[in-house]
């Protein structure tokens, strides 16, 4: 791949060698380099590179295929690190974060519904569809009357909580649940339904 603003030589391409023979922290010397050669430090970093004098930082993913976005609507759900652990024990590479946040934006796979489709509730969920505040919420899960899972990613106390925690509590507190301010269709789905 030639450069098409500066057209190196044999000998520029001797003096690019030399300038990152001791590694790449030697800017000062690359910015000498590049005046004197009349070009950017980005041009000669490039040609430092297509010459083998350093390796590309620049590392070309292979483009996600069927059994890895599988893998992503399975676990969707799940955090990004617990997607990226799933990817690589099914032997596939590692992956940024980053770059699965954006494969499931392009697959559509909105996370929270994902948690949702799993039988997995924030307490926020679980609010909204019961309809009751925070506080009162925590209160049943301080007094073990709702089991919930304390979330470790994030810095103030949250939970996540399962849909089968959720119907075991509705049913073993039917006197303190106020059944006036759930959301009766999600109500309905969560005592019939697949989590139950």
């Not at 050669?37 to 620049?58: D, K, M, N, Q, Y």
């Not at 992956?95 to 559509?108: A, D, M, T």
């Amino acid at each position: 791949m030639s450069n098409v603003k500066y057209q190196f030589n044999e000998h520029d391409d001797l003096l690019i060698r030399k300038n990152y023979a001791a590694g790449t922290k030697r800017s000062g010397a690359v910015n000498q380099l590049a005046k004197r050669l009349g070009c950017s430090r980005t041009t000669i970093h490039r040609r430092a590179v297509e010459i083998g004098a350093i390796r590309s930082t620049h590392h070309k993913r292979s483009p996600w295929n069927e059994e890895q976005n599988l893998i992503l609507e399975e676990n969707a759900h799940k955090s990004l690190n617990a997607i990226n652990q799933a990817l690589i024990r099914k032997g596939h590479p590692s992956h940024s974060l980053e770059g699965i946040r954006r494969q499931l934006w392009r697959l559509n796979l909105d996370r929270r519904l994902s948690k949702n489709d799993a039988g997995i509730y924030s307490q926020a969920d679980v609010c909204r569809l019961m309809g009751c505040y925070t506080k009162t919420l925590q209160r049943h899960i301080r007094l073990g009357l709702l089991k919930a899972e304390k979330r470790a990613d994030v810095t103030q106390t949250e939970y996540l909580i399962t849909a089968k925690d959720l119907k075991q509590f509705i049913v073993n507190n039917i006197s303190i649940v106020d059944f006036a301010t759930i959301d009766k269709y999600w109500l309905v789905d969560l005592l019939t339904g697949k989590h139950s």
